[in-house]
T-cell receptor, first 115, second 114 residues
């Protein structure tokens, strides 16, 4: 079964607008971590933001915030004030703490920021 | 900090040849991960180590693939013999904790088997 689901293969957003990239996950582990990575066309994987399953508040890192809804098992990434440099592939990932730290990535969402 | 260092960045080899990919994790990190990325299969976890010990190699596609971590600062992923379907980008990543902390990725090795 797919443990990380990103339902949006591609997304478009106007420069300076906000955009939400969806991610749902499936786990029976009560302790886990959720991550978002950015992969620009150059190919490197850049860590963006982390949310722990026991964190009470949604994580934020600059223009990135994670909308964590534990009951719904969703961990959507919100990018505010989009910039042209935000155009990239975005991956949601989960690491299950009691599964010896095994991590799983979603299929990714390609974000294109339009000028 | 130099980050995770992978070598080579690009490798082109003929089918049947042995290929060795190398990784130097971030100093002080005790978890190391090998991933493979292809268009068809996305990003797959092949194997990961904690404190130089392989924890889970269930993602290794077949016996042609092997990985070692002889010490805390070096790991190799070997394919012998290589096949065209092994063509992919191979990433190494390290993290400071087995769980919780983010993994930092190397630049990747683009492998082409002809």
């Amino acid at each position: 079964a797919q443990k990380i689901t990103q339902t949006q293969p591609g997304m478009f957003v106007q420069e300076k607008e906000a955009v939400t990239l969806d991610c749902t996950y499936d786990t029976s582990d009560p302790s886990y971590g959720l991550f978002w990575y950015k992969q620009p066309s150059s190919g490197e994987m850049i860590f963006l933001i982390y949310q722990g399953s026991y964190d009470q508040q949604n994580a934020t890192e600059g223009r990135y915030s994670l909308n964590f809804q534990k009951a719904r098992k969703s961990a959507n990434l919100v990018i505010s004030a989009s910039q042209l440099g935000d155009s990239a592939m975005y991956f949601c990932a989960m690491r299950e703490n009691t599964n010896a730290g095994k991590s799983t990535f979603g299929d990714g969402t390609t974000l294109t920021v339009k000028p | 900090d130099a980050g995770v260092i992978q070598s080579p960045r690009h490798e082109v080899t003929e089918m049947g040849q042995e290929v060795t990919l190398r990784c130097k994790p971030i100093s002080g990190h005790n978890s190391l991960f090998w991933y493979r990325q292809t268009m068809m299969r996305g990003l797959e976890l092949l194997i990961y180590f904690n404190n130089n010990v392989p924890i889970d190699d269930s993602g290794m596609p077949e016996d042609r693939f092997s990985a070692k971590m002889p010490n805390a600062s070096f790991s190799t992923l070997k394919i012998q013999p290589s096949e065209p379907r092994d063509s992919a980008v191979y990433f190494c990543a390290s993290s400071g904790q087995l769980t919780g902390a983010e993994a930092f990725f190397g630049q990747g090795t683009r492998l082409t088997v002809v």
